[in-house]
């Protein structure tokens, strides 16, 4: 295992456009994190999952925006009718343990509505 | 989750040691001190994490002094690669009142040569 992967490392899209983004976890994390960060800010908390249980939900994260996990494998961050504010850097972060230790985080995709 | 205060950036060269001092006044009795590190178009790394005194890993040192309320990242001989933004956070490990990292703007070390 390599670690956290996220598919697409980039995506251009027009404003109004549906995208969906795709995070693999270190197989044996149970939890899964979504992140966002823009130029200059450091990461913000979106949502999390243990296993396939949404257990946490930003009100940063509108109604626009839909995370899922089936079977406590893989993530898929959707964004509905984006918006040129959507644009940043989304990040997915798996753990094992519970608290603020040995989080692994993916290396993003950077996401840029035109 | 406490807040944390750390500078927003700082400079070094090449081959000098960095210190980065993050206060966290409102430090809890089960919380632990956590540093991440972010190369740009990357996630962040975990580095290290120490509960009091002095913490040490095959990157960096983590010095906390008896009251908690504050901690030192300290980086021995720094290379050019070294420029990244660090990130301090505090939280427990046991998921009681932390269930997620909460970062703020982190400290952008830049190294020169």
């Known amino acids: 295992d390599t670690g956290v992967s996220q598919d697409p490392r980039h995506k251009i899209t027009k404003r109004g456009q549906n995208v969906t983004f795709r995070c693999d976890p270190i197989s044996e994390h149970n939890r899964l994190y979504w992140y966002r960060q823009t130029l200059g800010q450091g990461p913000e908390f979106l949502t999390y999952f243990q296993n396939e249980a949404q257990l946490e939900k930003s009100r940063l994260l509108s109604d626009r925006f839909s995370a899922e996990r089936p079977k406590g494998s893989f993530s898929t961050l959707e964004i509905q009718r984006t918006e040129q504010g959507d644009s940043a850097m989304y990040l997915c972060?798996?753990?094992?343990?519970?608290?603020?230790?040995?989080?692994?985080f993916g290396s993003g995709t950077r996401l840029t509505v035109v | 989750l406490a807040k944390t205060t750390q500078p927003i950036s700082m400079d070094s060269y090449e081959g000098q040691e960095v210190n980065i001092t993050c206060s966290h006044n409102?430090?809890?009795?089960?919380?632990?001190i956590t540093w991440y590190q972010q190369f740009p178009s990357q996630g962040p790394r975990f580095i290290i994490q120490g509960y009091k005194t002095k913490v040490t890993n095959e990157v960096a040192s983590l010095f906390i002094p008896a009251d908690r309320k504050s901690s030192t990242l300290s980086l021995p001989r720094v290379s050019l690669s070294d420029t990244a933004v660090y990130y301090c956070?505090?939280?427990?490990?046991?998921?009681?009142?932390?269930?997620?990292?909460?970062f703020g703007t982190g400290t952008l070390l830049a190294v020169q040569p």
């Open positions: 972060a798996s753990s094992l343990a519970m608290g603020v230790y040995g989080y692994t």
């Open positions: 956070l505090v939280g427990d490990n046991y998921g009681g009142a932390t269930n997620k990292l909460i």
């Open positions: 409102n430090i809890a009795t089960n919380d632990y």
